[in-house]
């Protein structure tokens, strides 16, 4: 299976400002997903992202404050824009593998002060 | 629209019993589930998954199984060890690189 470096591993950030996190996969991937997880929820799917294509984002989701960008099979960045502490969450970024496998990168545990 | 439920926000269990965490879907074109265990500030680990032409599917102490005229499945842990205590999460896919649908997460805490 795959195996993802995601970076950085942690971040504490002002607010109003944006802060990039990359996932490198080892082996080439047609699909990237970025989730978040906020304090005590669930994983929330913010976008997939398709290398070649704009990425499709999930409702409550929006590509200026979340752009994303796949320059290629094995990359992909997530921004958070304009941070607020509302956006304190972990950050993950996962991708399929196979027909029914699924690797996911350590995450990012972003704190916006 | 919640489509992976998982209705038990925690579950407390002593050491060497049995820890059954349950979960709930409501979209019929799921037919791959996964469970996963997660610590703080780390990425899921994944810990058994179970196709929907399956009812059953054993890993060691785990065992997941899927009722699919109830959409219900379960995963079952025996003997439970402290260091099971973590959040399990479920979850479900379409296949065919589809994002994974994650239910809310159960803490399961297994007491010596």
């Known amino acids: 299976s795959a195996v993802i470096s995601q970076k950085p591993s942690r971040d504490i950030c002002q607010r109003g400002t944006s802060l990039t996190i990359q996932c490198q996969v080892d082996?080439?991937?047609?699909?990237m997903f970025w989730y978040r997880q906020q304090p005590g929820q669930s994983l929330t799917l913010i976008a997939t992202a398709n290398q070649g294509s704009e990425a499709t984002y999930e409702s409550g989701f929006v590509i200026d404050k979340f752009p994303i960008s796949r320059p290629n099979l094995t990359f992909s960045t997530l921004t958070v824009s304009n941070m607020s502490p509302e956006d304190s969450s972990i950050y993950l970024c996962s991708v399929a593998t196979g027909l029914y496998g699924y690797t996911f990168g350590s995450g990012t545990r972003l704190t916006v002060v | 629209d919640q489509q992976v439920k998982q209705n038990s926000p925690s579950l407390s269990v002593q050491e060497g019993r049995i820890s059954i965490l349950n979960c709930d879907y409501t979209?019929?074109?799921?037919?791959?589930f996964l469970w996963y265990k997660k610590y703080p500030a780390e990425g899921p680990t994944f810990l058994i998954s179970i196709s929907s032409i399956k009812d059953k599917n054993e890993d060691g102490r785990f065992t997941v199984f899927l009722n699919k005229s109830a959409k219900h499945l379960s995963l079952h842990i025996v003997p439970s060890q402290p260091g099971d205590s973590a959040v399990y999460f479920c979850?479900?896919?379409?296949?065919?690189?589809?994002?994974?649908?994650f239910g809310k997460g159960t803490r399961l805490s297994v007491i010596a």
């Open positions: 979850a479900a896919s379409e296949g065919g690189n589809t994002p994974l649908v």
């Open positions: 979209n019929s074109m799921f037919d791959y």
């Open positions: 082996s080439q991937v047609t699909m």
